[in-house]
Nanobody
Framework: VQLVESGGGLVQSGESLTLSCVVSGFSEDYFAIGWFRQAPGKGREGIASIRTSDGSTNYADSVKARFTISRDNAKNSVHLQMNNLKPSDTGVYYC?????????????????????WGQGTQVTVSS
């Protein structure tokens, strides 16, 4: 099982970035893919997830209306479009897979539900 993130970088406040996550190695369908981030000195925050069966999504309040999660089933990948970035969005962004059936919570995914993780990609937003 392998998850590989890409697309991070350094941008200025108000700009956009798109992160991608390519998933490989699963022999069966999985329940959901989530995006998480971790700022320096802080815990890991679940920011968005998408259910693979029907494309349902959820977002943390901190990113609603600015970030959009989408999937490309043909390429086995998930993307996170991030608009109007703020310095508070700075951190390492991870994608992860929840393999077992569960729930999409109203305010973003919980890290404890996700078993497989990528290595992360750095996003830095300057003011």
């Amino acid at each position: 099982v392998q998850l590989v993130e890409s697309g991070g970088g350094l941008v200025q406040s108000g700009e956009s970035l798109t992160l991608s996550c390519v998933v490989s190695g699963f022999s069966e369908d999985y329940f959901a893919i989530g995006w998480f981030r971790q700022a320096p000195g802080k815990g890991r925050e679940g920011i968005a997830s998408i259910r693979t069966s029907d494309g349902s999504t959820n977002y943390a309040d901190s990113v609603k209306a600015r970030f959009t999660i989408s999937r490309d089933n043909a390429k086995n990948s998930v993307h996170l479009q991030m608009n109007n970035l703020k310095p508070s969005d700075t951190g390492v962004y991870y994608c992860a897979v929840q393999s077992s059936p569960g729930y999409l919570y109203a305010n973003g995914p919980f890290a404890s539900d996700y078993e497989y993780w990528g290595q992360g990609t750095q996003v830095t937003v300057s003011s």
